[in-house]
């Protein structure tokens, strides 16, 4: 399975995919160059064959579980951050890989709700809500550049603090929603996975332990 559809099936449902397939392709080739092709071997008698890109993937799998182990959703930090490791894996790449995932579903969002916004068929008053996603999810970006500075300088009260706000986000979005009662999210599932995202950045960073 090619690297990208690990993100995509976690991120859209199938009316949303051909926005998010072409940002995390786009995503996936500035932070990781094409993998070199494996150099076939024969396979040893009456053992099973295994496919070149199982084995990366699981080599690194016993420290990456350990790290997902602190989240509240393991399965989706494995599934999220696994296929993008590359060197060493400790929290802070980690982190760093799930900062970058969260800032680019934060693109994908604020691109799908502002296509939303434009489509002549939105009623004013979802637009009014969508504003208020698009206000969020640019916020959000922010934030996650913040935090990668925070990183960079060892603050970790900074990055906890700017982590948490990212929390926030989707919840605003979809506040902006249950306001009006007959109003329903065309963002829902998307906030949720934003959400999902957040908070396995924030689980990461309070394991940090630096001097």
């Given at each position: 399975m090619e690297l990208y559809k690990f993100i995509i099936l976690l991120l859209v449902s199938s009316s949303l995919l051909p926005f998010f397939a072409e940002?995390?392709?786009?995503?996936l080739r500035t932070i990781q160059p094409p993998l070199p092709s494996p150099v076939s071997s024969p396979s040893p008698p009456d053992s099973p064959t295994h496919s070149a890109p199982t084995l990366p993937l699981l080599s690194?799998?016993?420290?990456?579980?350990?790290?997902?182990?602190?989240?509240?959703?393991?399965a989706e930090c494995l599934?999220?951050?696994?296929?993008?490791?590359?060197?060493?894996i400790n929290p802070i790449s980690v982190l760093k890989i799930g900062i970058h995932v969260l800032q680019k579903s934060f693109e994908v969002a604020t691109a799908?709700?502002?296509?939303?916004?434009?489509?002549?068929?939105?009623?004013?008053?979802?637009?009014?809500?969508?504003?208020?996603?698009?206000?969020?999810?640019?916020?959000?970006?922010?934030?996650?550049?913040?935090?990668?500075?925070?990183?960079?300088?060892?603050?970790?009260?900074?990055?906890?603090t700017l982590l948490s706000a990212t929390i926030t986000y989707s919840d605003t979005c979809e506040e902006a929603f249950s306001e009006q009662p007959h109003l329903e999210s065309p963002l829902k599932e998307m906030d949720q996975h934003l959400d999902k995202l957040a908070s396995i950045n924030l689980a990461i960073s309070a394991s940090l332990q630096w001097s």
């Open positions: 940002a995390i392709s786009s995503f690194g799998n016993a420290a990456l579980t350990k790290i997902c182990d602190v989240t509240d959703y393991p599934a999220t951050v696994a296929p993008l490791l590359a060197g060493e799908v709700a502002t296509k939303l916004i434009d489509d002549l068929s939105t009623s004013a008053e979802v637009k009014d809500a969508l504003d208020t996603c698009v206000e969020s999810f640019d916020s959000g970006v922010a934030d996650l550049n913040d935090a990668l500075a925070a990183i960079s300088g060892h603050d970790i009260g900074r990055l906890s």
